[in-house]
């Protein structure tokens, strides 16, 4: 039989495995997002002038 403080042990290491499988999901995604906001904020706007000057 499992005493309560293994199962509880069990329980817990199982939860930090799924929560930091969600965290390391999330802080990929994150920076995925943080890319393509950097790219159309920063980058899309800085080649459009740059293509429009071209054509002046």
């Given at each position: 039989t499992t005493s309560i403080?293994?199962?509880v042990s069990q329980n817990s290491y199982y939860e930090r495995g799924i929560l930091s499988r969600t965290l390391g999901y999330n802080a990929e995604q994150k920076c995925k997002d943080?890319?393509?906001v950097?790219?159309?904020s920063v980058?899309?706007?800085g080649l459009s002038t740059k293509i429009l000057a071209l054509f002046r």
């Open positions: 403080k293994d199962f943080v890319a393509i950097y790219l159309q980058v899309l706007p």
